[in-house]
């Protein structure tokens, strides 16, 4: 007797269609899985023997027979047991399920011993590519049930337990679909509370971050102790342009693989993730003999922040410098690859040497020059060239605090700039960040004026400045121009964006 139910499984945040295979022969009681499974999916045996003899079902004293097909995709994710369990109660006729019932069904979910169906990762992946397979419905496990429902046009159905799932599949019981909350979900997101008006001061650190919100421009601060380089970073997210529904789901289907969806069904803020200088490297980018999501994947559609930026290992940010570049990392292993997305924007913070006082105008700085040298040396010159903004963030002090007189500009104003700087960006580069222009857009769209031109040229001579930082610089120049809604880049906008390389006058220096 044989059976075919369907069901699925995820390598990075792409989701892959399974053919769950069973075949009862005569023989001794025993059972194989086959088809690539890893050891967790071949310890499924137990949990499905338990789970079905306490629900008062009795497995076969056949030969039993899984394959998990295409067997060339190696699985890795227990999502399989229930749809095992459902082709071995379809090959043995104590269900019987209609061929086209069948065929417009994915199956997921991971049994506990007592017969209760536990939630499992990626099913919001998952469901996104049924819909788009063309299946109609999909049975997930209770707890997965809002997260499979954001995807409209799915009849989405959360089963509790075996019990109850075969008293559906016989037609003893109804479950109704689960309504979509993508709109109430959106409706009830709350605003995190933080504003650039609660920042006093710090007026050239607050551009900067504009600029960047703009253009797509990563950033790194440099500046003591408490001079407000996190307040900075936390704030950034407020003038960034809202969530479209594609980078929802798409970042809701990374915090799904990950596991790390919690309660919440739907991830609507943009991810601000701030790791320990102590992560490693797999940590960071992803890794382990069964790849999960790094930190950098994590930040996905958001920002990611490195605080005391010379305190990571050398080699640990060294692996930055392809997903910077490329928006995505890619992680081998014997038996597969995986690619996960990873366009995020960078935060870095430092100080400006290991005591962290130097050039402040009230603390001494105690550090020798070749303490200095031998500091920001952690930093490689391929790394810096990929951070587009070195900004340097002054401490604030008491008169700065107190003084009421100051005007302080808040997220909303900033936000209504940036929008409109973007709108200007994207009727001309058709959508594509200025941070994100290939060698050709650069000439294409970075024109600049005869003084413009000059100044870059001596620039280039005198900072030594590589092909990529030239292009670094025109690609900030332009987003600067952007902000003034100026077609060509003049001279001042140059001028500024020269001004945000301090650390490759500070190498050249060194």
Not at 151 to 177: N, Q
Not at 377 to 391: C, N
Request: with cysteine; hydrophobic share 45%.
């Amino acid at each position: 007797m044989h059976a075919k139910i369907l069901s699925a499984t995820t390598l990075g945040i792409a989701a892959h269609l399974v053919e769950v295979e069973c075949d009862l022969s005569l023989g001794m009681l025993d059972f194989f899985i086959v088809g690539l499974p890893d050891k967790a999916i071949n310890e499924s045996k137990e949990r499905i023997r338990a789970a079905l003899k306490n629900s008062g079902l009795k497995i076969p004293e056949r030969v039993i027979v899984i394959n998990l097909a295409p067997a060339s995709l190696k699985k890795i994710d227990i999502l399989f047991d229930v749809a095992i369990s459902v082709a071995i109660l379809q090959a043995s006729q104590l269900i019987t399920l209609t061929p086209d019932f069948v065929q417009e069904t994915l199956f997921l979910g991971e049994l506990m011993l007592d017969g209760r169906i536990r939630p499992v990762r990626g099913v919001l992946s998952i469901a996104h590519a049924a819909l788009q397979w063309g299946y109609k419905r999909i049975i997930v496990p209770k707890g997965n049930q809002f997260e499979a429902a954001l995807i409209k046009g799915l009849e989405v159905i959360g089963v509790e337990s075996v019990v109850e799932l075969v008293a559906y599949l016989r037609g003893e019981a109804t479950i109704k679909p689960t309504p979509s909350l993508f709109d109430d979900t959106l409706a009830r997101a709350t605003w995190s509370g933080v504003d650039f008006n609660q920042v006093k001061g710090q007026f050239s650190a607050k551009r900067a971050l504009q600029i960047a919100a703009t253009g797509g421009h990563n950033i790194l601060f440099v500046g003591p102790p408490g001079s407000g380089k996190t307040m900075l970073a936390k704030r950034l997210s407020t003038i960034l342009p809202p969530l479209t529904f594609d980078e929802i789901i798409d970042i809701t289907k990374v915090y799904s693989v990950a596991g790390q969806l919690g309660d919440q069904a739907l991830v609507v803020e943009r991810p601000f993730r701030n790791p320990h200088h102590t992560i490693s490297q797999a940590g960071l980018v992803g890794g382990g003999s069964n790849p999960k999501p790094g930190e950098i994947t994590l930040a996905h559609r958001g920002v990611l922040f490195l605080d005391e930026f010379t305190e990571f290992s050398r080699p640990t940010l060294e692996v930055l410098r392809e997903p910077l570049e490329q928006g995505s990392v890619h992680i081998s292993r014997a038996m597969m690859a995986v690619e996960y997305p990873a366009q995020f924007l960078l935060v870095a913070a430092l100080n400006p040497c290991p005591c962290g006082y130097f050039g402040d105008a009230i603390k001494k700085c105690v550090c020798l020059p070749q303490q200095i040298v031998k500091y920001f040396g952690k930093l490689s010159g391929p790394l810096l060239d990929r951070i587009d903004l070195h900004v340097p963030v002054s401490a604030v002090h008491y008169d700065d605090i107190k003084d009421k007189n100051t005007v302080t500009r808040g997220s909303a104003e900033m936000y209504a700039e940036v929008l409109k700087a973007k709108e200007f960006q994207r009727q001309r580069a058709q959508g594509v960040l200025n941070a994100q222009l290939k060698a050709q857009e650069v000439e294409e769209f970075c024109i600049l004026t005869e003084k413009a031109e000059e100044i870059l040229k001596l620039a280039f001579a005198r900072l030594g400045l590589s092909m990529r930082a030239y292009h670094k610089v025109l690609k900030v120049a332009r987003t600067i121009a952007d902000l003034e809604q100026s077609s060509v880049i003049d001279r001042v906008h140059v001028q500024e964006a020269i001004s945000y390389r301090s650390l490759d006058q500070k190498t050249q220096n060194s």
